[in-house]
């Protein structure tokens, strides 16, 4: 059963940088004929989607909070989604999960009810001095 393996989080001061990558479980599932959205979950909030990218990466989409910090973009010949996270701030502190979607499009960005396939474990990103 397909579900997205997000990596890179860890602890990062205010101002800093991290890259979020997810890849699809089992291997042989491949995303390009997918579009991916980033979702984010900080404690006690409900989950919600903070970019998204279409299967041929043409188009691209980020909420208000995160747009002009985050970069979304993915390589789909290592079958791989990149979230890059400049200018962090303490309130982008949340567990981050990938996923795909059941849209075409990215506009507006996709909320969970777009979500198909079951959730990965996410990756823990924090903001911290």
């Known amino acids: 059963q397909l579900h997205l393996v997000e990596s890179g989080g860890g602890l990062v001061q205010p101002g800093g940088s991290l890259r979020l990558s997810c890849t699809a479980s089992?291997?042989?599932?491949?995303?390009?004929?997918?579009?991916i959205g980033w979702f984010r979950q900080a404690p006690n909030k409900e989950r919600k989607g903070v970019s998204c990218?279409?299967?041929?990466?043409?188009?691209?989409n980020y909420v208000d909070s995160v747009s002009g910090r985050f970069t979304i973009s993915r390589d789909n010949g290592k079958n791989t989604v990149y979230l890059q996270m400049n200018s962090l701030k303490p309130e982008d502190t949340a567990v981050y999960y990938c996923?795909?979607?059941?849209?075409?499009?990215?506009?507006?960005?996709?909320?969970?009810?777009?979500?198909?396939?079951?959730w990965g474990q996410g990756t823990q990103v924090t903001v911290s001095s």
């Open positions: 089992p291997s042989g599932y491949t995303l390009d004929n997918y579009s």
């Open positions: 990218i279409t299967s041929s990466g043409g188009s691209t």
């Open positions: 996923a795909t979607l059941t849209t075409r499009s990215c506009t507006p960005v996709p909320g969970t009810e777009a979500v198909f396939g079951f």
